[in-house]
């Protein structure tokens, strides 16, 4: 079984940053992809940014240019910094991984830009 504990996200304003980090542990023998979705009120969870494994990071069009995402092998987490925040960033954030036969996924975490 695997677990994935994400950071706690946070209310911010807009233009602001925010960064968060989700750790995987357990039995994790390969890992084809970890990465970053997002589900605003009332919308679909979408993908916000995901790194295959040996590749590069591939972004939403939405968060290009604003959010990076980076992942330490060693440690098995990875990271989602997050720049130039707007209102409709405002979301809940999971966490994914993703294995040869599966998908596992973090409980969310809340993050909030407003004035």
């Known amino acids: 079984q695997v677990q994935l504990v994400e950071s706690v996200g946070g209310s911010v304003q807009p233009g602001g940053s925010l960064r968060l980090s989700c750790a995987a542990s357990g039995s994790i023998f390969s890992i084809n992809a970890m990465g970053w979705y997002r589900q605003a009120p009332g919308k679909e969870r979408e993908l916000v940014a995901t790194i295959i494994r040996g590749g590069r990071p591939s972004y939403a069009n939405s968060v290009k240019g604003r959010f990076t995402a980076s992942r330490d092998n060693a440690k098995n987490t990875v990271y989602l910094q997050m720049n130039s925040l707007k209102p409709e960033d405002t979301a809940v954030y999971y966490c994914?991984?993703?294995?040869?036969?599966?998908?596992?996924w973090g409980k969310g975490t809340l993050v909030t830009v407003s004035s």
């Open positions: 994914n991984l993703r294995t040869v036969s599966e998908d596992y």
